[in-house]
């Protein structure tokens, strides 16, 4: 079926209702969903996760590891990830977290599942990264 998610997808949230939210939009839309509430989680799921993962969807503010040094953890152990950053926070607020970069992509919370859905298709049909 036309633009239904194959992809696998590591969602990073520490809120349990944005996390469940997100979870339930992209499964709808097809996508295999890892799921973790914080970089800790995320660093295992990676380790233990045999199959591809196509896209990091993370929140950019968290406590312990921040959504930017989670994706460069991540972005060593799994060369050209994808990383797609999720925010309720201003610009200036999450400019200090390193997200800010040139060709950094963000979804502002909060977000329909419109949004997100064609959010992560544009990340997901983009060339992929060089590591």
Request: glycine content about 10%.
């Amino acid at each position: 079926e036309r633009g239904q998610g194959r992809e696998t997808i590591l969602l990073v949230e520490d809120e349990p209702a944005v996390r469940q939210l997100t979870t339930r939009f992209l499964s709808a839309a097809g996508y295999r969903v890892l799921v973790a509430a914080n970089a800790g989680e995320a660093l295992l799921t990676c380790e233990n996760h045999d199959g591809p993962i196509d896209l990091l969807l993370t929140d950019v503010v968290m406590p312990q590891m921040s959504g930017h040094a989670l994706s460069s953890r991540l972005g060593r152990i799994r060369g050209g990830l994808r990383v797609l950053y999720m925010s309720g926070y201003s610009g200036s607020a999450i400019a200090h977290h390193g997200v800010l970069e040139q060709g950094t992509h963000l979804l502002q919370k909060p977000f329909s599942s419109a949004d997100l859905l064609r959010r992560v298709r544009e990340v997901l049909q983009e060339a992929c990264p060089r590591p």
